[in-house]
């Protein structure tokens, strides 16, 4: 057949065996990696490009990662010109080489056919170490990115089919966890192996000419129909604001600000008036800022348009150099992908809760909770390490539909799994003694943000690095149309007795003590919505669940029920109740995003007791005695 025309049938079978293959790289990587944060939890993302570094196909992947790979695979070609053949394989995991942060390993490998470029395909993974200071593959409080760990710009691990076992070596060599980490970057190149085997068979069987003219089609479609949604949307500027906790050291409430600009078929989302970027590892690279931008626009729109190049195209992302949003080398990226990320995303959503309150979302939790363990094993001494993600908090709730608990962060938007409690003490010399759903911790609305988490571990036998930072603790997940917003959250230390807790920092690096315990308590998403539009059965099913208290069911729905497990409604108190809320409204509009100012959460004011602690300070392995 000719590729000058367009079959439908054609059309629909080859955008579908480019996900499927897309797939098949995915469950590679997944069952061969040898890491938890890898084979259990998914913290990677595989996808297709065209040889013109345009994303042609991803599926089950991360949306910080994919709205921006693009770039590498450019850096790529720019940095090796004519010597790009088949056989190669690039890594690359450097910030200011367009990768999102260090602790992201990408592989790419181009896919030849018959001699002509056709494809690369790219997989990124999130390394559990890469060579810091601290055993963590994100060092958080990094004054520069040669404190960050191993730096690898484009680099080749095999040239022409052959390995370059002396690049490979360097690299194993400065990782902690060298079998395991070479475990998994056999994971990565076997997915990406996979996906270059696949993409040859697709050209076989259809021809080099026909694939391509299929996957250029495939790029304009999904363009045809982003640009067909953005036109539904009011023209105009909306602005919004958000804040992240911390910068990991001594400023609170730092500033991100957005401008988002809807011009007849296109978005321009822009990111001036940021505060300047800080003397952590909490800055954004400009990789990640492009795919917070993006991302932010792109989950407002059907979600059945293809999330190709052709989608990402209508929108453009501003950061300005210097800022929080977008630092200057050699800053620090070392937390990119979630702080600022995750305030930076939710901006975005807030400004567009003024243009299409319909279709966007609430706030989702922030990267909180999820610590970065670290220690060696009674008996062998064998080092360990291990990121902790089942702390994390709760997702955002939607016009329609509740959130989520354990979304985690705005970077995967779900796309994160937990290992179990079953894996993780016996992996791992820890103990997970309680993992549950945080009552009252999520936002309130027509639909409820998905609950937060309350975990409590402690070491079995010796001590554990406990490294982490959190956020949305203090700045909560804001609620859209008169919903309220998640609660915040905070973590403590305590001895076994519980008696006397020691809240700490957003920010901590401490040696946990056997016979001590760390409790974690995440924020919920923020809710949609107003609260009395929400059926009175649910919010009883809420109570009855333990994710909604009687007095916070009364106080925001006007719900009144008895104390039974199986709790009824006492329909004259709650129809009285009901009324005296909408009385105290006093007929003012409901507020389009709450709240509207930082540190908003009174999680710890509320929780602490006159025999417990707060510790301004708990870095560089901090001994406390609990």
């Keep these: 057949?000719?590729?000058?025309?367009?079959?439908?049938?054609?059309?629909?079978?080859?955008?579908?065996?480019?996900?499927?293959?897309?797939?098949?790289?995915?469950?590679?990587?997944?069952?061969?990696?040898?890491?938890?944060?890898?084979?259990?939890?998914?913290?990677y993302s595989c996808c297709i490009y065209d040889r013109e570094a345009r994303q042609v196909a991803m599926v089950d992947a991360l949306p910080v990662h994919t709205s921006s790979m693009h770039l590498i695979i450019e850096e790529i070609t720019r940095v090796f010109?004519?010597?790009?053949?088949?056989?190669?394989?690039?890594a690359c995991n450097h910030a200011y080489s367009y990768n999102t942060h260090v602790g992201d390993l990408v592989t790419v490998c181009p896919v030849f056919h018959e001699g002509r470029h056709m494809f690369w395909a790219a997989s990124k993974g999130h390394q559990l170490d890469v060579g810091a200071a601290v055993p963590a593959s994100v060092h958080e409080w990094a004054?520069?990115?040669?404190?960050?760990?191993?730096?690898?710009?484009?680099?080749?691990?095999?040239?022409?089919?052959?390995?370059?076992?002396?690049?490979?070596?360097?690299?194993?060599?400065?990782?902690?966890?060298?079998?395991?980490?070479?475990?998994?970057?056999?994971a990565q190149l076997g997915s990406i192996w996979t996906g270059e085997r696949r993409l040859k068979e697709l050209c076989d069987e259809f021809g080099s000419d026909t694939v391509e003219h299929y996957s250029h089609a495939a790029l304009d479609y999904a363009e045809k129909r982003t640009r067909a949604a953005i036109r539904e949307m009011p023209n105009g500027v909306y602005e919004a604001e958000g804040w992240m906790d911390t910068d990991g050291l001594d400023a609170h409430d730092v500033h991100v600000k957005v401008r988002v600009t809807i011009e007849d078929e296109s978005v321009h989302v822009?990111?001036?008036?940021?505060?300047?970027?800080?003397?952590?590892?909490?800055?954004?690279?400009?990789?990640?800022?492009?795919?917070?931008?993006?991302?932010?626009?792109?989950?407002?729109?059907?979600?059945?348009?293809?999330?190709?190049?052709?989608?990402?195209?209508?929108?453009?992302?501003?950061?300005?150099?210097?800022?929080?949003?977008?630092?200057?080398?050699?800053?620090s990226t070392a937390s990119a992908t979630t702080q600022p990320a995750d305030a930076m995303h939710d901006a975005v959503c807030k400004a567009l809760a003024q243009a299409i309150p319909g279709q966007t979302r609430a706030g989702c939790s922030h990267w909180s909770n999820v610590p970065n363990l670290a220690g060696t094993r009674p008996g062998s001494g064998e080092p360990w390490g291990h990121l902790c993600l089942n702390g994390g908090g709760g997702g955002p709730a939607a016009n329609g539909a509740d959130g989520w608990p354990l979304v985690i962060t705005n970077a995967a938007l779900g796309g994160l799994k937990t290992a179990s409690v079953e894996d993780t003490e016996q992996l791992y010399p820890v103990r997970i003694g309680r993992w549950e759903v945080a009552t009252d911790s999520a936002g309130l609305g027509r639909w409820i943000g998905g609950p937060g988490i309350e975990l409590e571990m402690w070491p079995t036998h010796t001590p554990i690095e406990w490294i982490h930072t959190n956020d949305s603790l203090v700045n909560p997940p804001h609620g859209v149309l008169g919903a309220t917003p998640g609660r915040g959250g905070g973590h403590y230390l305590t001895a076994d007795d519980g008696e006397r807790r020691h809240f700490l920092p957003r920010a901590v690096h401490v040696a946990m003590q056997?016979?001590?315990?760390?409790?974690?308590?995440?924020?919920?998403?923020?809710?949609?919505?107003?609260?009395?539009?929400?059926?009175?059965?649910?919010?009883?099913a809420d109570v009855r669940d333990g994710v909604v208290s009687?007095?916070?069911?009364?106080?925001?729905?006007?719900?009144?029920?008895?104390e039974a497990l199986d709790p009824q409604i006492d329909e004259q108190a709650t129809a009285a109740a009901r009324t005296e809320i909408r009385a105290a409204r006093s007929g003012e509009p409901l507020p389009t995003v709450t709240p509207t100012h930082p540190s908003a959460s009174t999680w710890q004011r509320d929780e602490i007791r006159p025999q417990d602690t707060v510790i301004a300070r708990a870095l560089g392995a901090a001994r406390i005695d609990a």
């Design 1 to 43: 057949m000719t590729t000058s025309a367009t079959d439908p049938i054609t059309f629909s079978v080859i955008l579908n065996r480019l996900n499927s293959i897309a797939t098949e790289m995915t469950l590679a990587l997944e069952h061969a990696a040898m890491t938890p944060i890898l084979a259990l939890c998914r913290d």
């Design 550 to 562: 009687r007095e916070r069911a009364r106080e925001v729905y006007g719900l009144m029920v008895d």
């Design 81 to 90: 010109g004519d010597d790009l053949g088949e056989g190669d394989v690039i």
């Design 143 to 186: 004054p520069d990115i040669w404190s960050e760990g191993l730096q690898l710009p484009p680099i080749k691990l095999y040239h022409r089919g052959e390995p370059r076992r002396d690049v490979i070596n360097m690299y194993l060599t400065n990782v902690r966890y060298r079998d395991l980490l070479e475990g998994d970057l056999m």
């Design 270 to 331: 822009d990111f001036s008036g940021s505060a300047p970027q800080v003397p952590t590892g909490h800055n954004c690279s400009y990789a990640v800022a492009q795919a917070v931008g993006i991302a932010g626009v792109v989950t407002a729109i059907d979600p059945d348009i293809p999330h190709n190049e052709g989608c990402l195209r209508c929108v453009t992302v501003y950061a300005p150099e210097g800022t929080v949003c977008n630092a200057s080398y050699p800053a």
């Design 514 to 540: 056997p016979g001590q315990r760390w409790t974690g308590v995440s924020t919920g998403g923020g809710g949609y919505g107003d609260p009395l539009d929400r059926p009175l059965e649910q919010v009883r």
